[in-house]
T-cell receptor, first 113, second 113 residues
Framework: EAQVTQNPRYLITVTGKKLTVTCSQN?????MSWYRQDPGLGLRQIYY???????DKGDVPEGYKVSRKEKRNFPLILESPSPNQTSLYFC????????????FGPGTRLTVT | AQTVTQSQPEMSVQEAETVTLSCTYD???????LFWYKQPPSRQMILVIR??????QNATENRFSVNFQKAAKSFSLKISDSQLGDAAMYFC??????????FGKGTRLSVIA
């Protein structure tokens, strides 16, 4: 089954404790992206990747890191989480090109206390 | 910044009736696609319908159709014969060559039995 998986689905952590949210897709998509969703703000892009070893900042990259060492994986790293990073996070992937829909993972609910 | 605007934070519709969700966008690109995504309470992002900017004909998918007004940069979603399962957040999004997918802030649709 074609899918995007994220882990963990839920995470409660404390300020400053490094964490990684994994994202993996099995569709051989070149493009992958991370979004955060906050009430009243919609989905905002954090980082995206056009292909292996190619990443770029989205609209809200501060406090986040990413890497793309393999085509299928695109982890999101929070080196020192803060409470304002409490949010719902989505990973997505697609073929490269404006016409292609993005396939979304199930979301990760992160709470930073 | 190139934006997508959904001016209706919340809408409601009676079951079996028709509802229209509004979306306007801003872009300087000539080649772009527009999308409507649905997010039910499960949080999964589901593609509802897409529209290519070059096509004059409005896209239709079963009970879902769009009214695409390119000159006005308007892209509304019409849901006919509304069902209880249509209750969700709906996000309008624009994808163009030089800018990654940009989402509106969403419209929460309630369906009244």
């Amino acid at each position: 089954e074609a899918q995007v998986t994220q882990n963990p689905r839920y995470l409660i952590t404390v300020t400053g404790k490094k964490l990684t949210v994994t994202c993996s897709q099995n569709m051989n998509h070149e493009y992958m992206s991370w979004y955060r969703q906050d009430p009243g703000l919609g989905l905002r892009q954090i980082y995206y990747s056009m292909n292996v070893e190619v990443t770029d900042k989205g609209d809200v990259p501060e406090g986040y890191k990413v890497s793309r060492k393999e085509k299928r994986n695109f982890p999101l790293i929070l080196e020192s989480p803060s409470p304002n990073q409490t949010s719902l996070y989505f990973c997505a992937s697609s073929w490269t090109g404006v016409s292609y829909e993005q396939y979304f993972g199930p979301g990760t609910r992160l709470t930073v206390t | 910044a190139q934006t997508v605007t959904q001016s209706q934070p919340e809408m409601s519709v009676q079951e079996a009736e028709t509802v229209t969700l509004s979306c306007t966008y801003d872009t300087s690109e000539s080649d772009y696609y527009l999308f409507w995504y649905k997010q039910p309470p499960s949080r999964q992002m589901i593609l509802v319908i897409r529209q290519e900017a070059y096509k004059q004909q409005n896209a239709t998918e079963n009970r879902f159709s769009v009214n695409f007004q390119k000159a006005a940069k308007s892209f509304s979603l019409k849901i006919s014969d509304s069902q209880l399962g249509d209750a969700a957040m709906y996000f309008c999004a624009r994808n163009s060559g030089n800018t990654p997918l940009v989402f509106g802030k969403g419209t929460r649709l309630s369906v009244i039995a």
